[in-house]
């Protein structure tokens, strides 16, 4: 199930956001008698609804008499025209908190929409669809959540919490095999241990270092079908670089455990959202 980061987190995510867009004043809202409003957000296209601790969070910090009620879950699949949600509280807070919950959501969404749509083309192979680091600085954790949201896992969050050696940490090293041993020796028990290669001779060696998860970096397909075959099940395989949605079917067919795809969180489309006041 997807997780939430913590609250006071995704506050403070809200707080710069608000901070960063109405500065000292709202002056267009002050132009609206500020009398009890009532207003909806609706979608205008497909897509997977991601992002309403967010929106929320927008609203409470604005004016904690408005009241957001939510006619879809998280999560859920909607279509263009749904009401997402109606929210209630004084006029000039609810234009005043709009465009940046908006954005959350619009994002967020757009994050869950295309993760679903890879989850959904590997439907009933192994293959589990993972994220990166490549995220939007400073909404990683959001974006990570959406990611969940969708349907996919997430890679390592951030530096802290797992090693992946690459090309310029093997060089450093001298090799994968000295690499992994530095890691070992300074990794303490929480952090994940991943080499990438390059070619099948590098995946020898990472499964001789009993490497537990190795990344396939930009192999073909006979070169992932015979990783596969190499690695009997001994370490966890991932296929990573130059993954679309043409090609990642094809992948997941291959037998590897999971794809990771920087684009979920990179090259984000933000979902079609409005809100209209009711009357």
């Given at each position: 199930?997807p997780?939430?980061?913590?609250?006071?987190?995704?506050?403070h995510?809200?707080?710069?956001?608000l901070?960063?867009?109405?500065?000292?004043?709202?002056?267009?809202?002050?132009?609206?008698?500020?009398q009890p409003?009532?207003?909806?957000?609706?979608?205008?296209?497909?897509?997977?609804?991601?992002g309403?601790?967010?929106?929320?969070?927008c609203?409470?910090?604005?004016?904690?008499?408005?009241?957001?009620?939510?006619?879809?879950?998280e999560g859920?699949?909607?279509?263009?025209g749904?009401?997402?949600?109606?929210?209630?509280?004084?006029?000039?807070?609810?234009?005043t908190?709009?465009?940046?919950?908006?954005?959350?959501?619009q994002?967020?969404?757009?994050?869950?929409?295309?993760?679903r749509?890879?989850?959904?083309?590997?439907?009933?192979?192994?293959?589990?669809?993972?994220?990166?680091?490549?995220?939007?600085?400073?909404?990683?954790?959001?974006?990570?959540?959406?990611?969940?949201?969708?349907?996919?896992a997430?890679?390592?969050?951030?530096?802290?919490?797992?090693?992946?050696?690459?090309?310029?940490h093997?060089?450093?090293?001298?090799?994968i095999t000295?690499?992994?041993?530095?890691?070992?020796?300074?990794?303490?028990?929480?952090?994940?241990?991943?080499?990438e290669?390059?070619?099948?001779?590098?995946?020898?060696?990472a499964?001789a270092?009993?490497?537990?998860l190795?990344?396939?970096?930009n192999?073909?397909?006979?070169?992932?079908?015979?990783?596969?075959?190499?690695?009997?099940?001994?370490?966890?395989?991932?296929?990573?670089?130059g993954?679309?949605?043409?090609s990642?079917?094809?992948?997941?067919?291959?037998?590897?455990?999971?794809i990771s795809?920087?684009?979920?969180?990179?090259?984000?489309?933000?979902?079609?959202?409005s809100?209209?006041?009711v009357?």
């Amino acid at each position: 199930m997807p997780t939430l980061p913590a609250q006071h987190l995704i506050a403070h995510s809200v707080s710069l956001a608000l901070a960063e867009d109405i500065g000292d004043k709202d002056w267009t809202a002050a132009l609206c008698p500020n009398q009890p409003g009532e207003a909806r957000i609706v979608a205008r296209e497909a897509a997977v609804l991601c992002g309403q601790a967010w929106l929320e969070e927008c609203y409470r910090q604005i004016d904690a008499r408005c009241r957001v009620q939510w006619h879809v879950a998280e999560g859920a699949r909607i279509d263009n025209g749904d009401v997402v949600c109606t929210i209630n509280g004084p006029a000039q807070a609810l234009l005043t908190a709009e465009r940046s919950g908006l954005n959350f959501l619009q994002t967020l969404s757009g994050v869950a929409t295309e993760t679903r749509r890879y989850v959904d083309a590997v439907a009933g192979s192994r293959a589990v669809i993972h994220d990166t680091r490549k995220t939007v600085p400073g909404l990683r954790l959001a974006q990570k959540y959406a990611v969940t949201v969708g349907g996919g896992a997430n890679q390592r969050v951030g530096l802290y919490d797992g090693i992946l050696i690459k090309e310029n940490h093997i060089i450093a090293n001298g090799s994968i095999t000295a690499a992994l041993a530095a890691a070992r020796a300074i990794a303490p028990p929480h952090v994940t241990l991943q080499v990438e290669v390059e070619n099948l001779a590098e995946l020898d060696e990472a499964l001789a270092a009993a490497c537990p998860l190795i990344l396939l970096d930009n192999m073909s397909l006979d070169e992932m079908r015979e990783a596969v075959r190499r690695n009997a099940g001994r370490a966890q395989l991932e296929a990573s670089g130059g993954v679309d949605l043409d090609s990642v079917r094809a992948i997941a067919d291959t037998g590897v455990d999971r794809i990771s795809i920087g684009k979920l969180t990179k090259d984000v489309r933000a979902i079609d959202f409005s809100m209209r006041f009711v009357n």
